[in-house]
């Protein structure tokens, strides 16, 4: 009826390109292109010449990707921090869901991994070269600490936040202790864990670059150092806008996955 008084009215009938170009999606396609418009023409008009502007990082592309040390760089950042995040989930959701369902050991673990969470990670990364030195152990082992934190915090939030429906079903049922932490505290708690590995790889990405730069390890961002301090800024930012690529690519999957594994929560 919709459709037809669309026809009627001589409006075009809604589908096709006109229905995804709302004003919610063309809104920060606008602004982002005032930004980059803007970028440009104040470097041009009032900075030097070595620094990047948008059309100066898009012509660096093709240049930088073509380089072996490019996707050498990639590949050890990034997966360092596929890698150390899968650790440090993995851990993170055991020692939650402990953390979750016995009282007592949450005594004892909860103020300072919570204290660890609420820490900025960069403090850390002087004490971790001391005793790896400089190597990319250090960069994994910061990363592991990133995810882990955020993914024991919000596992114990999500398996103690249970309904206590659930845990009467369970009792009625003669569900055991195993049964009540993996089959109805951690199925629970799972929008909690994807929410708390986002806060992991967005935690893991900035701190790998950030011990990279510290302890001088080859990566993405050693070389975005490197690279600025040769004046090559454009060059420079290519791989800051992959790093934002790769940061955004993990955050819709994350979005994804809560919406399948978690279909219930949020709507």
Aim: glycine share 10%.
């Amino acid at each position: 009826m919709a459709a037809l008084g669309d026809r009627i009215a001589g409006a075009p009938p809604r589908g096709g390109l006109s229905r995804w170009l709302t004003a919610e999606r063309l809104a920060p396609v606008v602004a982002g292109l005032a930004f980059l418009l803007l970028w440009q023409v104040y470097v041009e008009a009032r900075l030097p010449d070595f620094v990047a502007t948008p059309l100066g990082i898009v012509q660096a592309f093709p240049s930088t990707l073509a380089k072996a040390r490019f996707w050498s760089d990639v590949a050890a950042t990034l997966g360092a921090i596929l890698e150390g995040v899968f650790i440090g989930s993995v851990a993170g959701i055991l020692i939650g869901v402990v953390m979750g369902r016995v009282r007592e050991l949450n005594w004892f673990l909860s103020a300072y991994i919570r204290a660890l969470y609420a820490l900025p990670l960069v403090a850390l990364v002087p004490i971790v070269i001391i005793w790896v030195g400089y190597e990319p152990a250090a960069r994994m082992i910061i990363v592991i600490i990133s995810a882990f934190l955020p993914v024991a915090v919000t596992t114990a939030d999500g398996t103690r936040a249970i309904a206590k429906e659930y845990l009467d079903v369970g009792k009625m049922f003669g569900a055991r202790t195993h049964h009540v932490w993996f089959g109805i505290a951690l199925p629970a708690a799972l929008p909690y864990i994807v929410a708390g590995i986002e806060m992991g790889f967005a935690r893991g990405i900035t701190n790998a670059i950030a011990v990279e730069v510290l302890a001088s390890i080859n990566g993405m961002g050693m070389s975005v150092f490197t690279q600025s301090a040769e004046l090559n800024e454009n060059a420079s930012l290519v791989y800051v806008v992959c790093l934002a690529v790769f940061a955004v690519g993990v955050r819709a999957l994350m979005i994804r996955a809560r919406r399948t594994v978690a279909p219930w929560y949020g709507g």
